[in-house]
């Protein structure tokens, strides 16, 4: 009978769901439907063989995956292998071939060659017969006299120097490889290739109630797919595919980047790392907190650092200030994208910095003021800054030591500790904590780095390079150091010369002079013990104003010598207004009393000049305002004193009859020359 046999293994591979997944099942379910009662279509195990059962008893699902096996699946064509100079076609195949094998092949290839190299020499000496030599060289080398009889016919059309080649194993192809329908095997390649990462067994489950409803044929085994998409689909590809090109980055190997051709602080990383503990901050807040760390690229040692709240453009000023003062200015920095670093306060008019909108009015930056060329290190990409590594070692060193015990947060959500959240160390007690181990990390010995070289530590290759260094490191003046401090406009200044700057005061003597006046102030928010420096609104330097030490309550020794300060002032301050005084008081009053006084003004002529005052018509007059309406009725000329007594007397008449004494006033007044003078009344 004509068609494809399967054994009982095959059909419980193709994982057709209306059939028994196991052996015992499948079998009593074809001796239930009859499979085995027919030699046709039933063969009974024999020996090692399995139970095979026809296709023609199969059901239809599982007879279109088996079936598939019957066409070979179409090869991949394979590269010719690479020809050397002089080989030709054949033996650049041999060796090709031969490269491919593992080593104990290529072993048993040279054993084979040796011994057929050592019949060759013994026949061709003429010691032994031919057969003589090919038992002889069998017995040498553990093989049968005629294995290295054939061996010796293969290799005659051959060059002695392609003999290893030439006798290498020929293995068979093994099983033919099964089919499967184009659009199959496409939907299975765009299903499982995706980013989400479905289980080949989840993308298989799917290609088959697709197949069946589409009518694609044949569809193999789910095996025989997964073993073709490995096969078919690289390392690399399937990565992209699955994984992301960040994951593909790192198949691709690393840029080894050697820094031992720079000098010690000519070339330095800056970065900032969030620890992953929990502090309590001065105001009471819990957070976690910022390290904003300088290294040397040269020696590897960290230079300088600072912790924040945040990652602010303050803190990395402050952070490069303290290392210019400390160990001088270098040639280059590479730093990160971070918004902190590429402010204008920072880089401003770099010409490598490409982070924000560029203005003609931006301000230059502290890096280009101090010459210094800057880098910018490639976002994600921790291999292009050396820094990270130490601030895997900090991980360890500081964020799990055990005064964060119950403040560490773990490096991830699912790595949260037990104690989480627990506790917060307090901010100083943590700054103490980074403060010791720092200088720890600098100074632990046999570091492995190209510089230090398992032997040296970071400060010993630090130092070591300042030594080898032609020229120290550029310094800077003291009116640069003020470049980085941090800036608080707009503060007045009280009325004694006082500032207050983050709930200190600061006074000098001369801020006296600028008393009331709006300045700028620019201070270390981490150092407030050291002096302020004080600028006008146009950016002129006035002088640094120490600041005013608190006092204990009940301390005496504070209290004198807060008043032996204040009786200097005064000396001082008296010392100063008498040499400012060039003659005394009594100099003053005697010159005053020679000067001879002076004469009297002249008295002026007396003048009449007559003036009669309009009248306008006005509202009318208030009860309470019977005087000035008598006043502004009646035009009264007091040119002489008993005109004006008159006038008095009329005035005080009015205060009880405003009528009367309007009409007597202008009868006492009617004898004047201008009888054109009236008053207006009300109909």
Known sequence: MTGAWFTVYEVLEANDPGLPSTQQGLEAHA????????????????????????????????????????????????????????????????????????????????????????????????????????????????????????WERQVQPHGREDWAAVLAPKHGGG???????????????????????????ACYRRLCHVAKANGWEPVPIRKTLERRMTREVDKATMTLAREGGDKLKAVYPALTRTREHFDAMEAVNIDGHLFDVFVRWTDGKVGRVILVAIQDLYSGKIIAWRLAKSENKETVLLVIGDMVRRHGVPAKMWLDNGRAFASKWVTGKSDTRFKFKRKESDPVGL??????????TTPYSGQSKPIERAFRDMCDDIAKHP??????????????????ASKAVPIETFKALVAAEIP????????RSEVCGGVLSFDDAFAQGLAKRVLPPQRVSPEQERLWLLAAENVKVKKNGEIHQLGNRYWAPEMVDHARETVTVRLDPENLHQPIHIYDLHGAYIM????????????????????????????????????LKEMTLDEVQRHLRAVPPAPEPEAP??????????????ARPKRNSAIAASAAAVDIDVATEDDFMRFVELTARARNNPLAGIGSAYSAMGSTEDDSSSFDHED
């Not at 010719?80 to 048993?108: H, I, M, S, V």
């Not at 890096?367 to 910018?376: A, F, T």
């Not at 720890?440 to 570091?447: C, G, L, Q, S, V």
């Not at 003048?607 to 306008?616: D, R, S, Y």
């Open 31 to 150: 001796k239930r439907c009859g499979w085995t009662n027919n030699a046709d279509t039933f063969r009974p195990s024999r020996g090692r063989l399995a139970a095979q059962y026809h296709e023609s008893v199969l059901p239809a699902f599982t007879r279109m995956r088996l079936t598939a096996k019957a066409t070979p699946d179409v090869e991949p064509q394979e590269d010719e292998p690479a020809q050397a100079d002089g080989q030709t076609p054949e033996q650049a195949a041999l060796w090709g071939r031969y490269n491919r094998l593992k080593q104990d092949q290529k072993d048993l290839c040279e054993r084979r060659k040796a011994a057929v190299v050592h019949a060759v020499d013994l026949y061709n000496a003429g010691a032994v017969g031919k057969k003589a030599a090919l038992e002889l060289a069998a017995a040498k080398f553990g093989f049968s006299a005629s294995s290295v009889g054939n």
């Open 175 to 201: 099983r033919e490889r099964t089919v499967c329908h184009p659009d199959a095997w496409a939907f299975l390649k765009a299903d499982y290739l995706r980013l989400e990462k479905p289980s080949f067994a």
């Open 367 to 376: 890096l280009p003021l101090l010459g210094v060329e800057c880098h910018w």
């Open 403 to 420: 005064t964060c015990a119950g403040a560490y947060t773990g490096n991830s959500v699912e790595a949260k500790p037990e104690n989480y």
């Open 440 to 447: 720890r990390h600098n100074a632990r010995p046999e570091r």
């Open 544 to 579: 640094a104003v120490p600041v005013l030490e608190k006092a204990g309550f009940d301390s005496a020794e504070a209290a004198r010598k807060h008043n032996t300060n204040r009786k200097a002032y005064l000396k001082h301050t008296r010392e100063k207004e008498r040499l």
């Open 605 to 618: 002529e007396e003048q009449n000049p007559n003036v009669v005052a309009p009248v306008f018509r006005q």
